[in-house]
């Protein structure tokens, strides 16, 4: 069985960073895709970014781009992403999530093209 575990979130300044860590067990996740989604308050869950586990091919939204970066350890099956220039906007609780593979990537964005979830970590940014 496939788990995600995140840690790393918390309460930063706005314009301050985090870095947000994906731990991934349970099986060899070559064939996967991970991502990272979030959900604020009253909001449906949203697409962050995403990477291919093989060939490292990153996608973002247009929210986050330039801000967010994605990037995976492969010795240690995390994925992590790097957040600067937090705003009060970012404040959701991020999920970690895998898809088993065969996604094309105009179809990352969607939180059903996604088998597995992790239980979400809180990022709250104060302004």
């Known amino acids: 069985q496939v788990q995600l575990v995140e840690s790393g979130g918390g309460l930063v300044q706005a314009g301050g960073s985090l870095r947000l860590s994906c731990a991934a067990s349970?099986?060899?996740?070559?064939?996967?895709?991970l991502g990272w989604f979030r959900q604020a308050p009253g909001k449906e869950r949203e697409f962050v970014a995403a990477?291919?586990?093989?060939?490292?091919?990153?996608y973002y939204a247009d929210s986050v781009k330039g801000r967010f970066t994605i990037s995976r350890d492969n010795a240690k099956n995390t994925v992590y992403l790097q957040m600067n220039s937090l705003n009060a906007e970012d404040t959701a609780v991020y999920y970690c999530?895998?898809?088993?593979?065969?996604?094309?990537?105009?179809?990352?964005?969607?939180?059903?093209?996604?088998?597995?979830w992790g239980q979400g970590t809180q990022v709250t940014v104060s302004s």
């Open positions: 990477i291919r586990w093989s060939g490292g091919n990153t």
């Open positions: 349970g099986r060899t996740f070559s064939s996967y895709t």
């Open positions: 999530a895998a898809d088993r593979g065969g996604t094309i990537a105009a179809m990352l964005r969607r939180a059903g093209e996604y088998d597995y």
